[in-house]
């Protein structure tokens, strides 16, 4: 312990400089913590918040939709929906369909925000099984949608590009196989109806 108080008495300057440069160090240190724990924060923010597009359909004897729903933990904003046949592209999948009345629709999708658990209908249509018209829409809409690929770009509110939702309604062709083509009928016929396509 003597030899520290002597050799702090006999060279003062040094001493001054090596506890200078140990603050330094200790604030550069610093700096570098404080740079890598933000750094952990937002990368967990961006994990936190991150959406997940998922394209959903049903297909029952009386009912058909078609949705799209943010499973994830973070508002999810469509830059761009495109429902395509083959090459001929559309950004809805209403405008492919036949001209008879839906139990609801969405033709615009560029630029809807959906909340985390929430879900956006892109096409419903509902009636009763019952009805010989209804089934004749029901399956000319379903013969429709098979032929239809449907793909969500979208960002999270990052402005962060995630990676787009693709996906084949080719589902709804299962049950055509024994469904008669429909002819065309008067809207009016339609069973349980809500929205008509304009």
Not at 58 to 83: C, H, Q
Not at 149 to 173: C, H, P, T
Request: overall charge positive.
């Amino acid at each position: 312990m003597d030899k520290i108080v002597d050799l702090i008495r006999e060279q003062p300057d040094q001493i001054s400089a090596l506890a200078a440069v140990s603050a330094l160090f200790v604030s550069f240190l610093s700096i570098v913590l404080t740079v890598w724990a933000l750094w952990l924060q937002r990368r967990h923010n961006f994990k936190s918040l991150t959406p997940i597009a998922n394209v959903l359909y049903g297909d029952y004897e009386n009912l058909l939709e078609v949705k799209v729903k943010n499973s994830g933990v973070g508002p999810l904003i469509i830059e761009r929906f495109t429902a395509s046949r083959g090459s001929e592209k559309k950004h809805n999948i209403i405008d492919w369909m036949p001209d008879i009345t839906y139990s609801t629709f969405t033709s615009r999708l560029d630029g809807r925000c959906i909340s985390p658990d929430q879900e956006i209908v892109l096409i419903r249509l509902k009636g009763n099984q019952d009805d010989p018209d209804f089934r004749l829409r029901r399956d000319e809409v379903r013969r429709s949608l098979s032929e239809l690929n449907v793909q969500v770009r979208y960002r999270d509110i990052y402005d962060r590009r995630m990676k787009d939702e693709g996906r084949s309604l080719d589902w709804f062709a299962r049950r055509l196989a024994e469904a008669p083509v429909a002819k065309t009928l008067p809207p009016e016929s339609a069973g349980v109806s809500e929205v008509r396509k304009s």
